[in-house]
């Protein structure tokens, strides 16, 4: 899908231009023990203006949407997926590693969500990173009782077709929700409680396609 640059999203305030650059070179440097909250994006394409909402939530109006790319590859489970399939639904798209804590915190109410969603034609789908082996990202899905399939993704290279400020490196664990017409409708760059996911959709799914 073209990727579109929305005039319409407003981001709260700009990082100065050395914090980006310092923030770049800490995503380098991280390891598989911890995660980063930093939300300036490294993904192709122009810079995404946000409109800022409540807390890390961010959306765009009708409209004014980014088309998500068209991604595909294997799953952690060795089937494959491609985001086109799913054209039509209101998608979810959560990124996450096994080694992330507030991917661990968040994991629980992302899997309710989407039981209590799935009925109304809303899909989810993992992107994981950053683990290398994808036993360890098995082990995630079976502790947390994941049931929706989740693109492996070790070397981040899903993430970067995605426009600037959407889904990026630097911010694990993001959240984006994409319309039925595959625009970004809505982004969370931090962990999300069962509320503020259920908060995120419910604009969404009551739009009409």
């Known amino acids: ?28 440097a991280l390891t598989a023990v911890g995660c980063s909250s930093t939300g300036s994006g490294t993904s192709s394409g122009s810079s995404t203006r946000f409109v800022q909402g409540t807390g890390d939530i961010s959306r765009a109006a009708q409209g004014h949407r980014p088309q998500v790319p068209d991604i595909s590859g294997g799953t952690v489970d060795g089937k494959t997926l ?48 950053r683990d290398l082996a994808k036993d360890n990202a098995l082990a995630f899905e079976r502790s947390f009782g994941i049931t929706y399939p989740s693109l492996f993704d070790p070397q981040g290279k899903l993430l970067l077709k995605f426009p600037n400020g959407t889904l990026t490196l630097q911010s694990i664990p993001s959240t984006i ?20 996911l259920q908060a995120m959709l419910a604009p969404v799914i009551a739009e009409k396609s």
Request: aromatic share 6%.
């Open 177 to 196: 929700v994409v319309d039925r017409k595959g625009g970004i409708a809505v982004r969370a760059a931090a962990g999300l409680t069962e509320e503020k």
């Open 82 to 129: 491609n985001l086109a399939d799913y054209r039509g639904k209101v998608v979810v798209l959560n990124v996450w590693g096994s080694w992330c804590a507030p991917c661990r915190a968040e994991a629980p109410g992302l899997e309710k969500v989407y039981q209590s969603t799935k009925s109304k034609g809303v899909e989810f789908i993992g992107i994981n990173t």
């Open 1 to 28: 899908m073209p990727e579109s640059r929305p005039r319409a999203w407003r981001r709260a305030r700009r990082a100065p231009r050395h914090v980006s650059l310092a923030a770049g070179v800490a995503v380098l």
